[in-house]
């Protein structure tokens, strides 16, 4: 069991006992230790048990309960609470904008215990008649629930991803001596997955008398060539049926938009059987092979019959960690550790952007942390080199479009990444007046997180994408593809409109930890899509062709 698990236990445990209106002071110590699990800098499962009460934030009980954890798997208070606690009520944890406290309201003093029925009492605007729920309050949950309940079956990629790897290899095992291939959204890379979908050779019946005697998947529904399985692992699981002779036909279907597949079938008039690979399928349709994350246009097929599909840019092509925090702010490494993983990932530098003082939840820099922070990567530069850490800020874009210091604090920075953090509840011509005019500093060298969007979780302002990337081709501002599995901000469907401008993007992946150098890969897997190659990204840069840029930047800036 690992840090984050063990948190999340002890967060939920703080949250129930919140709910239940039990002891405040065991609760609060409780969200404590999980704010303290999830900042260690070491597996607390490594540690002996002697050792975990002496981390800071981590008092003897909540120690007793983590080693309680990690001798049996389970904890008990926590099982208690929970049998304690009607499911739909456990379940409005997962609505932003109502807290324990409130959720203690709408269940003790409203009677309501679960989701749904929350939604048809806001709708009936019964919430706002309760003390510390306004109208405002009771529209924002309205407008939460219909997300929840439209994405709830949803999972994100990177939540995907493990379990893809482990089902596709039990599903060998079980379907011995049959072809087995993933297909689906996953294949496609695709951000937000419904299903896991493999295809199966065989029949239908086969498929059923196998999984029939298979532990964990229970039968959920079936379709025209498919059936569905919910798992234990809480991802419904589709298996789709194929003879031997339309197995590839039916991969590449099944992994490719409708649109996509109505192109193609135009070229090919299903007439290719019998072929072993999707390569050697597209080779005998006279095309360029397409890979399955580009099976989204038709323009694509136009461009494969043509053999002009360009080369994409590959996890390997990223040179750099561009936006990332250090314990500064809100990180939990020092730079110098991030700086180390850098290295050791062949990285040959690393933008330092902590958060800006107006970020006061994120301890962001004032203005004299600032000159210690550069200082110090002086120093650190003087050490590591030739690998550099370049000086950086996250600045908030304020209310009113500005950034978050002065002219003369903002030019001693290498470059500034802009991004919205504060008052996300905007109608488009104010997110766009702050967008704007964050575009139009000339200080602002990278466009962070477009949209502020949280994928399953926030809907991201409304934005007008076009009349943002023309902003940024006419102040030459690179916009980022914030690389967070929960983010993926901007979407890779405006980013070929910003290549058609010329405009840089730049694959970031807001690390707020050594692990999350890494997730720069999945801004990779949907850059792929958007045919974005690493000529137009600004993380592939070497060290030099870098700091150029920047050079170039500001005398084009003239600052």
């Given at each position: 069991?690992?840090?984050y ?65 990690l ?24 609505i ?38 306004g ?11 219909e ?6 079956e ?10 893809a ?5 039990f599903?060998?095992k ?7 291939a ?5 294949k496609?890379?695709l ?29 959920h ?33 099944t992994?490719s ?14 007439s ?23 099976r989204?246009q ?10 002009s ?19 500064w ?37 004032s ?24 000086k ?7 209310n ?30 104010k ?19 477009m ?16 009349k ?13 593809l ?11 469907r ?66």
């Amino acid at each position: 069991m690992d840090n984050y698990q063990i948190a999340d236990t002890f967060s939920l445990l703080s949250k129930l006992m919140d709910i239940h209106g039990e002891n405040s002071f065991k609760s609060k110590s409780y969200a404590s230790a999980a704010f303290a699990i999830e900042k260690a800098g070491v597996q607390l499962q490594d540690l002996p048990a002697e050792k975990i009460a002496g981390i800071k934030g981590i008092g003897a009980s909540s120690a007793q309960k983590i080693t309680e954890l990690l001798e049996t798997g389970h904890l008990k208070s926590l099982e208690e609470i929970i049998l304690k606690t009607p499911p739909g009520v456990i379940e409005m944890l997962n609505i932003k904008g109502i807290g324990p406290k409130k959720i203690n309201t709408i269940w003790k003093e409203m009677e309501i215990e679960t989701v749904g029925e929350l939604l048809y009492a806001c709708k009936e605007n019964r919430l706002k008649l309760y003390k510390g729920f306004g109208e405002k309050t009771q529209q924002n949950v309205i407008d939460t629930i219909e997300f929840y309940f439209k994405n709830k079956e949803s999972h994100l990629y990177a939540q995907v991803m493990p379990a893809a790897e482990q089902v596709e290899s039990f599903f060998v095992k079980v379907f011995e001596g049959k072809r087995i291939a993933i297909t689906g959204a996953y294949k496609q890379q695709l951000e937000i997955i419904d299903d896991l979908c493999f295809i199966v050779e065989g029949s239908k019946e086969t498929i059923e008398l196998t999984m029939n005697e298979v532990e964990g998947f229970s039968f959920h529904s079936s379709g025209e060539d498919h059936l569905v399985y919910k798992s234990a692992i809480g991802i419904n699981v589709k298996l789709y049926w194929a003879s031997r002779e339309n197995f590839i036909e039916k991969l590449i279907r099944t992994s490719s938009s409708a649109e996509f597949y109505a192109a193609l079938e135009k070229v090919t008039a299903n007439s290719i059987k019998n072929v072993e690979t999707e390569e050697a399928y597209f080779d005998n349709a006279g095309m360029q092979f397409v890979p399955a994350y580009l099976r989204e246009q038709t323009a694509i097929v136009t461009k494969a019959q043509a053999r002009s599909l360009p080369g994409v840019i590959q996890p390997s092509d990223i040179k750099a960690l561009i936006h990332s925090h250090s314990n500064w702010s809100d990180g939990s490494n020092s730079i110098e550790e991030m700086a180390m993983a850098c290295k050791e990932r062949g990285l040959g530098y690393m933008v330092i952007s902590d958060h800006s003082k107006t970020a006061f939840y994120a301890n962001g820099l004032s203005e004299e942390r600032i000159r210690d922070q550069h200082r110090y990567i002086d120093e650190l530069n003087a050490k590591l080199a030739p690998f550099k850490i370049f000086k950086s800020i996250e600045s908030d874009i304020l209310n009113d479009g500005s950034l978050d210091y002065s002219n003369e604090i903002l030019a001693t920075f290498d470059l500034v990444i802009a991004s919205v953090h504060s008052n996300l509840k905007m109608t488009e011509e104010k997110a766009m007046m702050r967008l704007m005019s964050a575009i139009e500093n000339p200080y602002t060298t990278i466009l962070g997180h477009m949209t502020g969007r949280l994928l399953l979780s926030r809907p991201g302002y409304p934005v007008n994408h076009k009349k943002i990337i023309d902003a940024c081709a006419a102040n030459h501002v690179a916009i980022e593809l914030n690389a967070h599995p929960s983010r993926l901000d901007i979407d890779w469907r405006q980013i070929q409109y910003a290549l058609e401008k010329n405009v840089l993007i730049s694959i970031d992946p807001d690390a707020h930890h050594v692990d999350g150098i890494d997730d720069t890969r999945y801004g990779v897997w949907v850059a792929q899509k958007a045919m974005l190659t690493k000529e137009n990204n600004l993380s592939s840069f070497t060290l030099d062709e870098f700091e150029s840029y920047l050079s170039k930047h500001k005398q084009m800036k003239r600052i």
